[in-house]
């Protein structure tokens, strides 16, 4: 059996790769806010949406033999969504609403097989950004640049997106994309990987 990751994203990849995991990454086409309207008008949880998204995107690819790996992350604070900033204004609004503030992120990875859920995990993580001033901000959107538009948060934790914390409570490797030790459990169990 084969494993898929139904995503391009390149932190996702990296993960995959570093930890040793042979696979091909398979844009999984879906459209994430059209699947999330109907979502929150219903009222869904930020994990419920996590998990929707994850969901589409391991069912979104159907290859026979293979094995399918679907992620997505939600970032909330006190009920407020996020989502990827679009341009460098809307990454300067986020991090000001999270500054001296605690959100959390939600972290769902789906396996599905020839578009059946096989295993699902969703993790959570607590993240305390520190206060920032406007100065502040700029300076880190200045040395981030265009990664800071790669994800929720204007923030990516393993580069200077760091330097805006002041606490982290939670799984590293999901904060950044993918909860890798129970994933790593289930490939073994899968066949994907040796025990």
Same mark, same amino acid.
Do not use: C
């Given at each position: 059996?084969?494993?898929i990751?139904?995503s391009?994203?390149s932190t996702?990849i990296?993960l995959l790769?570093?930890?040793?995991i042979p696979?091909?990454?398979? +844009?999984p *086409?879906v459209?994430e806010r059209?699947l999330?309207l109907?979502l929150?008008?219903?009222?869904?949880t930020?994990t @419920?949406? %996590?998990?929707?998204l994850?969901?589409a995107k391991a069912q979104?690819i159907?290859t026979?033999?293979a094995?399918?790996l679907?992620?997505d992350q939600?970032?909330d604070l006190?009920?407020?969504?996020?989502?990827?900033p679009?341009?460098?204004a809307?990454?300067?609004?986020?991090i000001?609403?999270?500054?001296?503030?605690t959100?959390r992120?939600r972290?769902?990875?789906?396996?599905? +097989?020839? *578009?059946d859920?096989?295993w699902?995990?969703?993790?959570?993580?607590?993240?305390?950004?520190r206060?920032?001033? @406007?100065? %502040?901000i700029?300076r880190y959107?200045?040395?981030?640049?265009e990664s800071?538009?790669?994800?929720?948060g204007?923030?990516l934790?393993e580069g200077?997106?760091?330097?805006?914390?002041?606490?982290?409570d939670?799984?590293?490797f999901s904060?950044?994309?993918?909860?890798?030790l129970?994933l790593?459990?289930?490939l073994r169990?899968?066949?994907?990987?040796p025990?």
């Open positions: 059996m084969t494993l990751l139904a391009t994203s996702r990296a790769r570093n930890a040793g696979f091909e990454a398979v +844009s *086409g459209d059209a999330e109907p929150l008008a219903a009222g869904a930020p @419920e949406i %996590a998990l929707a994850a969901r979104a159907t026979p033999g094995l399918v679907g992620g939600v970032l006190d009920g407020e969504r996020f989502v990827k679009a341009d460098r809307d990454a300067a609004r986020q000001a609403r999270l500054a001296g503030k959100h992120l972290t769902a990875v789906v396996l599905a +097989s020839e *578009g859920i096989v699902e995990f969703v993790s959570t993580a607590s993240l305390t950004m206060p920032l001033s @406007e100065a %502040a700029e959107l200045d040395e981030a640049g800071a538009l790669w994800s929720v204007a923030y934790l200077v997106g760091i330097q805006l914390f002041s606490a982290i939670g799984d590293y904060i950044l994309g993918l909860p890798l129970p790593l459990e289930i169990q899968r066949g994907i990987l025990s």
